[in-house]
């Protein structure tokens, strides 16, 4: 169960709450987040909610089963909303195109991809300058002096960064320069880079494990939730299969799931989903049709010279036209509501 507890709560009225919990055979953990206080219940006894939900202090009392409990839907009425600030959300009816190349290469690359996003009213770039890559020899990003670099040109365009942080270390000197921190699939398990973005006062964008199921990636997010940060975005960027045609299967069954079992917005990534650039615009559709709050998808001036990823990134006339087809089916979506 979760129960929702006064943001001023008295510690003699937590403490009493407590105790009651814990006579009732479940055991607990307490939760504060940006927004809201909330003590855990863990048990598998059956209860009459009654018998605690009259206590001085608790607002609101939820039976979650679910063991993914703080991210589950089965405890709130609306689909959350991230805000990035500056009048930027994502989920609960506000869609969020995020669009930029897989690396940062250069200045001169930020400055002219700013100049495409701005004409096309895209307020989010990614982009990354920590890579995780396959082969050590690959190029690996450019690091921090490249991070600030990037955000000097967003931040004076008005455009909000996310960008992917690999390991415990480098939040710190990273979270001044990011809006948005992206777990990749290779970390969606790292549970010690997760505890520690639930400290921070960010939204985390988690992607999916490359062979991770639905319950994986909730629980996952829980991760995040419990240590004390609400702001988090789901990302269905494909899965392995045994299929070889393609890079990876974008589960867009996943989408429909995701929306139903969490309150939490979920993000569509076709250019890792399926990998093959002539395929991005229509999954990326698809992906919209199915109810993802939002896309995030590669793009580059000249894909092929881009240093990575560029079999999957959109050049600047393709990404305008997916922009446009997006926002129409949006357009027709509202219509049918």
């Known amino acids: 169960m979760i129960i929702q507890l006064e943001n001023k709560i008295s510690a003699e009225r937590l403490e009493k709450i407590k105790n009651q919990v814990s006579k009732m055979g479940f055991d607990h953990n307490l939760v504060t987040t940006q927004f809201a206080n909330y003590l855990v219940g863990i048990g598998k006894k ?22 993914f409990k703080l991210v589950s839907s089965k405890w709130k009425l609306n689909q959350t909303a991230v805000d990035l600030g500056n009048g930027i959300q994502i989920g609960n009816g506000h869609f969020g195109i995020m669009a930029g190349p897989c690396s940062i290469e250069s200045e001169e690359q930020v400055i002219h991809t700013i100049d495409h996003l701005k004409k096309n009213n895209i307020q989010i770039m990614r982009g990354g300058v920590y890579k995780p890559r396959s082969s050590p020899y690959s190029f690996r990003g450019l690091g921090l002096e490249g991070l600030k670099m990037f955000y000097k040109h967003c931040s004076a ?54 062979a991770g199921t639905i319950d994986e990636l909730l629980q996952a997010a829980e991760y ?34 995701l929306k139903d079992k969490s309150h ?10 399926i990998g093959i650039r002539k395929y991005i615009e229509p999954m990326t559709l698809a992906g919209v049709m199915t109810g993802a709050d939002g896309i995030i998808i590669e793009v580059h001036e000249e894909p092929e010279k ?11 006339e393709e990404a305008d036209l997916l922009y446009k087809n997006v926002r129409t089916i949006l357009q027709v979506k509202r219509q049918l509501n």
């Not at 059956?46 to 063991?67: N, Y």
């Not at 455009?159 to 969606?188: C, H, L, P, W």
């Not at 881009?306 to 600047?316: F, R, V, W």
């Open 157 to 210: 365009n008005g455009i909000k960064i996310i960008t992917e942080v690999m390991q415990v270390s480098q939040i710190d000197e990273m979270i001044k320069y990011v809006d948005i921190f992206q777990v990749g699939a290779r970390n969606s398990q790292n549970f010690n880079l997760l505890d520690a973005l639930g400290k921070v006062d960010k939204p985390v964008m988690l992607k999916r494990g490359i």
């Open 224 to 257: 995040i939730f419990s240590n004390g940060n609400e702001k988090i975005l789901l990302c269905e960027r494909g899965i392995r299969t045994f299929e070889k045609a393609y890079r990876n299967t974008l589960d867009l069954n996943a989408v429909a799931i």
């Open 264 to 273: 939490l917005p979920v993000i569509v990534d076709s250019s890792h989903g």
């Open 46 to 67: 059956e209860i009459d909610l009654r018998t605690i939900g009259s206590l001085e202090g608790i607002e609101d009392i939820h039976r979650v089963s679910d063991q």
């Open 306 to 316: 881009a240093i990575s990823d560029g079999q999957q990134s959109l050049n600047y």
